[in-house]
């Protein structure tokens, strides 16, 4: 059974960093593009940042390059979120995705990160 499950979030000051995590379970983790995305009360499912399952491609959103890490350990079978200079724009739940040659697609539940003083 395919699962994922972040971890990390939390309440941060502007200008703070967090790290967050995303642990995966019951697919073939390394061969997966992963990605995060992030949503806000009202809005849609806004893209992040991704990184490639065989040649750790990656990709980020205008709003997070510079400011965002994402990468990935496979022989933990996990996707890491590294977030430095988080804004109160910042703020929003972030999700997991996981995408596979065939185009199945999985999500995790989220975990919400708050930027506010």
């Known amino acids: 059974q395919v699962q994922l499950v972040e971890s990390g979030g939390g309440l941060v000051q502007p200008g703070g960093s967090l790290r967050l995590s995303c642990a995966a379970f019951?697919?073939?983790?390394?061969?997966?593009?992963m990605a995060w995305y992030r949503q806000t009360p009202g809005n849609e499912r806004e893209f992040v940042a991704e990184?490639?399952?065989?040649?750790?491609?990656?990709n980020y959103a205008d709003s997070t390059q510079g400011r965002f890490t994402i990468s990935r350990d496979n022989s933990k079978n996990t996707l890491y979120l590294q977030m430095d200079s988080l804004k109160p724009d910042d703020t929003a739940v972030y999700y997991c995705?996981?995408?596979?040659?065939?185009?199945?697609?999985?999500w995790g539940q989220g975990t919400q990160v708050t930027v506010s003083s």
């Open positions: 990184i490639g399952g065989p040649g750790g491609t990656l």
């Open positions: 995705r996981a995408r596979g040659a065939w185009g199945d697609t999985h």
């Open positions: 019951g697919f073939r983790f390394s061969s997966y593009d």
